[in-house]
């Protein structure tokens, strides 16, 4: 009996490695059968492929950013392919490349067609790189940099209510209209300084400011600040700023060597305009400059006080956007006004009084009146009038 049962299990085994053997026999065979559809089907795709390539036109260009026009067909190098395809109205589509190649044509009529006339949009570099002139100022322009939005009417300054179109939703709204002529009365007074040499100081304090005021500072050739004011840089200027470097240069801002002896003797250098794009964080600066004369120009908005600078411009200073708009604006006054200093340079016309280095160096109040005589005839020519400010 044992060995019956022996013979019996040992011939069930030998049954089930027979049937394994030919199942995985026909599995081998289907794995080849979808291998060769898998070759077969690689083949079909390639023989498209290489038809549509044949057939593929030139790609469609990328748009300029700066002219907002199309590349040069020849010249561009996209990835991304189609077609075109002329219909039977004579209109010409752009279809993808999986869409028949029939009727396929591309001349030269079609390849001015394509692309589309991107409309001016706002792009933040360049009020910075390429700022807009004072003629260029435009209410849509202010609108556009939010120099409309103040702040709450909790927060309000009273003396800002000529300033102030209305409220809306409990935020008061700055009038453009008086935005833009301040702002254009600005431009004349920097431009006027400008062209009489004058030394025109840009400060703005607030993080992201730093750009535009370097890039307002270079187009009008003055200095700028972009971190905290130290105190007493004006008032106590030569214990402060004594050590700076100064230079002697003509009227064509050529330097003339020579003179160092009689520069450590000069105190230190007064701006002659400040700019001020946050009032409210560099109070002290032009309480300064009251003390001492100095005209200032600076952004006010709802809950500053515009008593504090000579000139006000009422704007949002809470917007980059508006501050890097006037900011640019200012420079590309300065900026004018310097052109047309070097202009009358050129023919021997000079516009300020050049300083005597020989001379006594003390301060006198003639020194004073003089100075005070050149700010009221800068402007009296911009047809404003200077208001005094409190100490």
């Not at 100022?137 to 102030?164: D, F, K, V």
Request: glycine letters at 6%.
């Amino acid at each position: 009996m044992l060995v019956l049962q022996a013979g019996i299990l040992q011939r069930a085994t030998y049954n089930d490695h027979t049937a394994f053997f030919a199942e995985t026999g026909s599995l081998t065979t289907e794995v080849d059968t979808l291998e060769a559809s898998v070759e077969n089907s690689l083949k079909e795709t390639h023989s498209i492929e290489s038809l549509i390539q044949d057939h593929t036109l030139s790609p469609i260009p990328r748009i300029n950013d700066k002219t907002h026009r199309t590349f040069d067909y020849k010249k561009d190098e996209t990835v991304r392919k189609h077609l075109v395809i002329k219909h039977q109205s004579n209109q010409y589509f752009l279809v993808s490349c999986r869409s028949p190649i029939n009727d396929c044509s591309f001349t030269d009529e079609v390849r001015d067609n394509l692309g589309s006339e991107v409309a001016p949009h706002y792009q933040p570099h360049q009020l910075i790189t390429n700022p807009p002139s004072p003629s260029q100022i435009t209410l849509e322009l202010l609108l556009a940099s939010q120099s409309h939005l103040g702040h709450s009417t909790s927060l309000w300054n009273p003396m800002n209510s000529r300033y102030i179109f209305g409220i809306r939703q409990g935020i008061h709204i700055i009038s453009l209209d008086v935005t833009a002529s301040h702002l254009r009365r600005a431009c004349r007074i920097v431009s006027g300084v400008a062209e009489r040499a004058g030394l025109i100081l840009f400060v703005g304090s607030r993080p992201g400011q730093d750009r535009c005021v370097v890039n307002a500072a270079k187009l009008a050739g003055g200095c700028h600040l972009f971190e905290r004011w130290i105190p007493g840089s004006i008032t106590n200027g030569n214990q402060i700023l004594g050590g700076c470097q100064k230079k002697v240069v003509d009227e064509h801002d050529n330097e003339i060597e020579g003179h160092d002896d009689h520069l450590l003797d000069q105190p230190a250098l007064k701006p002659d305009l400040v700019v001020c794009l946050n009032p409210l964080e560099n109070w002290v600066m032009l309480h300064e400059c009251g003390l001492n004369n100095i005209p200032t120009i600076g952004i006010i908005d709802t809950d500053a006080d515009p008593t504090w600078v000579t000139y006000p411009i009422p704007a949002n200073d809470d917007s980059l956007r508006c501050v890097q708009v006037i900011a640019g604006v200012l420079g590309k006054a300065g900026q004018e006004g310097q052109l047309r200093r070097m202009e009358k340079a050129k023919k021997g016309e000079i516009s300020y009084q050049p300083v005597d280095l020989g001379g006594d160096n003390e301060e006198d109040d003639d020194d004073e009146d003089d100075h005070e005589e050149l700010i009221d005839e800068i402007a009296a020519e911009a047809g404003v009038l200077i208001e005094e400010e409190d100490d």
